[in-house]
């Protein structure tokens, strides 16, 4: 691997000639040759740990700004990545073994619920926090679902409520301001015409005052 790398190196530099001039007096040889094997962007790196091979990219953004440092997309065979970063090796001048050396400071360990690879989240960032991307993703669906069937829960009470006070309807509807974000808006209501559901909505300001949902009690 070296041996190849080093005659690329040479015959780089051979083509490149021209552009050495630019380069400023006093700049060490050996960076002048590094500079000329520079990382491509759809280089791949793997790594195994125990039974688990990881593999690893450089992260697009590496390559957009110039002396961005080094950055690594790494990711488990199971789903889920991690970024980890050497800021102080220049993407002009790092190698594939500071690329694999970076990588191999990102450690798996088993799923905190299920066993599958998981980060080792003490060695690289990340907010799964011990457990793997499904389960992970798991947790995240069902806290989704537990607040969905809360709010649900609420609107039912509310429309029980207003119900045994005498409203008919309730008025689902989204209010678009002419500045700012749309919102969900709910009101309860007796009988009411088309003409009293837009007076309510216009006086919300609502851009459109047709968007919306009429629901009997
Ligand atoms: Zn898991």
Redesign the pocket.
């Known amino acids: 691997m070296n041996g190849s790398s080093t005659a690329a190196t040479s015959c780089d530099a051979a083509h490149q000639k021209p552009s050495r001039d630019a380069i400023p007096l006093g700049v060490a040889p050996r960076l002048l040759l590094r500079s000329y094997t520079m990382l491509s962007r759809n280089q791949k790196f793997t790594a195994i740990q125990g039974d688990v091979e990881l593999t690893a990219e450089i992260s697009p953004c590496v390559f957009m700004y110039p002396g961005y440092g080094l950055q690594l997309t790494v990711k488990l065979p199971n789903g889920g990545n991690t970024i980890v970063s050497r800021k102080d090796i220049p993407i002009e001048t790092a190698t594939e073994q500071d690329c694999q050396a970076l990588m191999e400071t990102v450690k798996v360990l088993p ?6 690879p ?1 980060f080792d989240p003490s060695t690289c960032r990340t907010n799964r926090d011990g ?6 993703m798991a947790k995240l669906n069902a806290e989704f679902e537990k607040d969905m069937k809360k709010e649900d829960d609420k609107l039912k009470r509310d429309d029980a409520k207003y119900k045994a006070r005498g409203y008919t309807h309730r008025v689902h509807a989204w209010i678009h301001p002419p500045s700012g974000s749309d919102y969900e808006l709910m009101m309860w209501m007796i009988n009411p015409t088309p003409e009293q559901i837009t007076a309510e909505l216009k006086k919300k300001k609502s851009a459109d005052t047709t968007d919306y949902k009429l629901i009997e009690l």
């Open positions: 799923c905190k619920t299920c066993q599958k998981a457990d793997c991307e499904s389960c992970f």
